[in-house]
């Protein structure tokens, strides 16, 4: 399974951002999908997954902000980001979990100015 990941950039606080994971090769829709972030000199942490059946959970810190939605058709999925506040600036990352296994994306730089 790869794993491109696409849609960071810059944008004001307030702002929001899309990011897509296009999944390609063994890829079930019954797998968990799913977004991570990572700053210079801190753990990568978890922001959001999906289920294969729709079933969402987030980091509190995004929580109402960040919605998280998958295309099993077009095995996609995304992350879209409103009211972008400055700390939600990070290197982010996909991530597909299936059949025991863990598969990353490259990441993708978002940077939020105040």
């Known amino acids: 399974v790869q794993l491109q990941a696409s849609g960071g950039g810059l944008v004001q606080a307030g702002g929001s951002l899309r990011l897509s994971c296009a999944a390609s090769g063994s890829v079930a829709s019954t797998n968990v999908m799913g977004w991570y972030r990572q700053t210079p000199g801190k753990q990568r942490e978890f922001v959001a997954l999906i289920t294969g059946g729709g079933n969402t959970n987030y980091a509190a810190a995004v929580k109402g902000r960040f919605s998280i939605s998958r295309d099993n058709a077009k095995n996609t999925v995304l992350l879209q980001m409103n009211s972008l506040k400055p700390e939600d600036t990070a290197v982010y990352y996909c991530?597909?979990?299936?059949?025991?296994?863990?598969?990353w994306g490259q990441g993708t730089q978002v940077t939020v100015s105040s």
């Open positions: 991530k597909i979990w299936q059949s025991g296994l863990d598969y």
